[in-house]
């Protein structure tokens, strides 16, 4: 019988392309269904009734969420090109990295880049730091090594989407004079073809990111929303 996989996400998601892309890579076939964030489907909340957001994998009729929780399951599953290392505490190391993405890297550069301009020197210190940190981490040509791993995908916003939103504010925090082992690492990975295949349209990113930044600063909130 034919395994069902169908992925719940959006687009211009770096969370759901994190799971696309580990799918690809494994070569396992799948459905993707685009959510409408602004009005989530029934099946959506039914999944994701905790976080309520994409992505959410369902694999014959279990749902998993959250994209890093995915990933191990993808991992877990289906067994060809691992994305995780097999040693215990290589395993360890490449969880860790992800949860600094997640926890540090990624909150801090959103900020630097999206905060109100009187706030913005000691966000990009930090956002500057932790990227300095990332750049010292990466020893092969890619974080996995030779091939694509689970940090590296973990990674992937970073390596595209920075692009699109350091073109959006009209900040430049990563270049290659500053990081110039992240930035060459942005291009293998960028133009490795799975990645390529996958990633989203530039330019409709660019439209997306920047009526988000419009609709941000507008606000009077100025919540900054991944
Ligand atoms: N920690 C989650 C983050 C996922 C996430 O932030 N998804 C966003 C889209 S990029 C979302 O669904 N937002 C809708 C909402 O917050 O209501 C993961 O890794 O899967």
Known sequence: MAEEVKVFGAWGSPFSHRVELALKLKGVPYEFIEEDLANKSS???????IHKKIPVLLHNGKPIAESLVILEYIDETWKDNPILPEDPYERAMARFWCKFMDEKCMPALWKAYWIEEKERAKAMEEAFEHLKTLENELKGK?????????????CNWLAFWIGVIQEVAEIELV????????????????????????????????AYLGARREALFASTSKQIIY
Do not use: M, Q
């Open 43 to 49: 099946l959506l909340l039914k999944y994701n009734p």
């Open 142 to 154: 890619f974080f996995g090594g030779e091939t694509i791993g689970l940090v590296d995908i973990a």
């Open 175 to 206: 270049n290659g004079e500053k990081f110039p082992i992240l930035c060459k690492w942005i291009e293998e990975f960028i133009n490795y073809s799975p990645v390529k295949e996958s990633l989203p349209h530039r330019e409709n990113l660019l």
